[in-house]
């Protein structure tokens, strides 16, 4: 019973290592993660939920539950647009319907005894990593010696021209003929604010990188596996 558990939960890293993977290649390669990956996924991870059911091993069964809960607290996200990307949104939905519970594997996750679903426990751990992102553009900033704030914190300067070619957004408008901070407001168009600057001959502006978060939602999920509950182990290393 115990080895076919820990199987189903391989099965259930490997599968969120290797789409995880892909999806992060092509956020990378093209700022893109085709929908097809999630309904992978999510069809891999109904038939592993219906075999650990047959074979009549759920430690908790309640903790299903959290899979609606985690579904619908992730389009609530995205719809405040704290969760940017759609495709970031549709693999956290994938990853509730995958991981539900905390893995069964010999030794594995280090730290166990988390009371959050497992699947924001690799939510959680990904929104940790995904933090050192802003204090590396600051330390870039001050060896550059470009420190404004926020600005500093969220992205770097960059050449009007180049900025076109890139990933970027620009995190300054033009309002009423000056500049100011705006981190992605809901209607943007990234090409009227770069010829706004053009047009009072401003040629440098500042803008922040479109971080593709399937990086750290990879990292999340291999630390999940392996470790744990990152903010757990730290609240518990105080008490």
């Known amino acids: 019973m115990v080895e ?3 199987f189903l939960d391989i ?21 893109h993660a085709s929908n097809f990956l999630w309904l992978i996924m999510g069809s891999i991870a109904i038939v592993l939920l219906v075999a650990q ?20 607290l992730v389009y609530l996200l995205f719809q405040m647009r704290i969760i940017f990307g759609g495709a970031d949104a549709k693999a956290l939905m994938a990853i509730a319907i995958l991981v539900p519970l905390e893995p069964s594997l010999i030794g594995f996750p280090i730290n166990r005894g988390s009371f959050m679903p497992f699947s924001w426990t690799i939510f959680q751990n990904s929104l940790i990593i995904f933090l050192f992102i802003p ?21 770097y300067k960059m050449n009007i021209d180049l900025a076109r ?8 408008k033009i309002i009423d003929g000056k500049r100011k901070f ?20 401003i040629k440098e502006i500042w803008v ?13 999920f291999i630390i999940a596996f392996i470790f744990g509950d990152i903010l757990f182990y730290i609240i518990n290393s105080f008490i």
Request: glycine letters at 6%.
């Open 53 to 72: 059911y047959l074979v009549g091993d759920f430690t908790n069964p309640y903790y299903l539950i959290f899979i609606p809960v985690m579904i619908g």
């Open 11 to 31: 099965f259930r890293l490997l599968t969120g290592i290797i789409i995880l993977s892909y999806a992060s290649y092509t956020d990378i390669k093209t700022r």
């Open 182 to 201: 705006s981190y992605m407001p809901k209607e943007f168009n990234a090409d009227q604010e770069y010829e706004k600057f053009e047009k009072q001959g």
């Open 208 to 220: 922040t990188p479109k971080v593709p978060f399937m990086i750290p939602l990879l990292i999340g």
């Open 165 to 172: 070619k890139r990933f970027v957004w620009p995190l300054e």
């Open 4 to 6: 076919t558990i820990e």
């Open 135 to 155: 204090v590396s553009l600051f330390i870039f900033n001050v060896f550059k010696r470009n420190i404004k704030m926020p600005h500093s914190f969220l992205g």
